[in-house]
Structures are given as C-alpha cells and as structure tokens.
T-cell receptor, first 111, second 114 residues
Framework: GQSLEQPSEVTAVEGAIVQINCTYQ??????LSWYQQHDGGAPTFLSY??LDGLEETGRFSSFLSRSDSYGYLLLQELQMKDSASYFC????????????WGAGTKLIIKP | EAGVTQFPSHSVIEKGQTVTLRCDPI?????LYWYRRVMGKEIKFLLH????????ESGMPNNRFLAERTGGTYSTLKVQPAELEDSGVYFC????????????FGQGTRLTVV
C-alpha cells in the first residue's frame, strides 16, 4: 500500500538550518511536493520534485532521491514565521495520481 | 485575484444532522479537489472534479457523502446523516491542470459532530 513517513515534530533555533525528512512507499511514483500550513490556515505549496536532485526556492530547498524513496525539505535562516506544519505529499500511479499526504511535521522555532 | 474560499469556516452539528460545505475555486481552475484531515492525522483525498464531472471519487468514505459541482464552478460537499467520525477539517483545493504540481487550498471547514 501507499505510505509516507515524516517526523511528527522538529524543534530548531531562529537563524539555524533544519531538515525535514520524508520517506515514501508507493508504486508508479510521479513526484513529491511540500506544503506549509500555519495553524488554522490553508496549506500552501512550497516546492515540487519530479526528478532526483535539489530544487531551491529562496530560503527553502527540497531534495529527492527516487532510488531511496526519500526526500527532504531544507529550511535555512529560520525565522519565527516559519513555525508551522510541513507536509510531504506524493503523486503516484497507484493513487490515480492524486496526492497522498504524510501526517505533517510540526516545526517549532525558538528564539 | 481571489483565492479558494470555503464556507462555513466552522460547523458544529449533532449526530444524524445534515451539513453542506461549499467551496469556490479560483476562477478558471477546472480541477477541484476535496480533502479531509482528521485530528492529528494525514490529509486524505476525497474527490476530484474536472469541470462538473467527477474524475475520481475513490476517496469518498461512504454514501453518506455527496459532492456536486453543477456548472463547473463552485462545489458542495454534503454529509447526510453526519456521524461522529466525520469530524475533521475539510479542505478544498483547485488547480489549472490535473497533473499540476501546485494546488491552491482554501482555509478549510472545521466540522465537529457531537
């Protein structure tokens, strides 16, 4: 079956770098997306990886290794406003290409 | 440009009652999705519309859930009769293409069934 694993919570210090990992198990992998959600808010798209390697968008980067069924989101120069939940989501053949989501990682940033 | 809007933002109903959730997607987005997140768990896919047609409804939990998108614009999701396990946050999202990597989400409707 399909499954995604990501840590439930990560704590980091303002100004630091943090990496949120995501491992997945699925068939017919198509791509890995990352979304950010602040409490009570809408999930917001951050990045997408369809091919192996690193995608960079400002302070955020996302990495994918299809052979390892693994990806991560890297957040640099952490700011207090980055405190939120981060979700990885996979699109795959065995889900009719619909997004399958992880349970989310709550990122806590301390001053 | 207006984003995806959902109404109501919160709803508290008694078991056995009916609730209808509404979603207005971004104008011009043919693809509309419904998702649900039960407390602390993953977001789960419910249904995908392309214009007014149901492209994929494999995530709908049972026949107490009915989604419509008449005219291919806004969509409604009706739960009738509601059960306790239906509680959660219902998200709507829209996108321009069906394989689009980026979907735009509404803020969700928090449904509590008591």
């Amino acid at each position: 079956g399909q499954s995604l694993e990501q840590p439930s919570e990560v704590t980091a210090v303002e100004g630091a770098i943090v990496q949120i990992n995501c491992t997945y198990q699925t068939s017919g992998f198509y791509g890995l997306s990352w979304y950010q959600q602040h409490d009570g808010g809408a999930p917001t798209f951050l990045s997408y990886n369809g091919l192996d390697g690193l995608e960079e968008t400002g302070r955020f980067s996302s990495f994918l290794s299809r052979s390892d069924s693994y990806g991560y989101l890297l957040l640099q120069e952490l700011q207090m406003k980055d405190s939120a939940s981060y979700f990885c989501a996979v699109r795959a053949l065995d889900s009719n290409y619909q997004l399958i989501w992880g349970a989310g990682t709550k990122l806590i940033i301390k001053p | 440009e207006a984003g995806v809007t959902q109404f109501p933002s919160h709803s508290v109903i008694e078991k056995g009652q009916t609730v209808t959730l509404r979603c207005d997607p971004i104008s011009g987005h043919d693809n509309l999705y419904w998702y649900r997140r039960v407390m602390g768990k993953e977001i789960k896919f419910l249904l995908h519309f392309v214009k007014e047609s149901k492209q994929d409804e494999s995530g709908m939990p049972n026949n107490r859930f009915l989604a419509e998108r008449t005219g291919g614009t806004y969509s409604t999701l009706k739960v009738q009769p509601a059960e306790l396990e239906d509680s959660g946050v219902y998200f709507c999202a829209s996108s321009q293409t069906d394989r689009n990597t980026e979907a735009f989400f509404g803020q969700g409707t928090r449904l509590t069934v008591v």
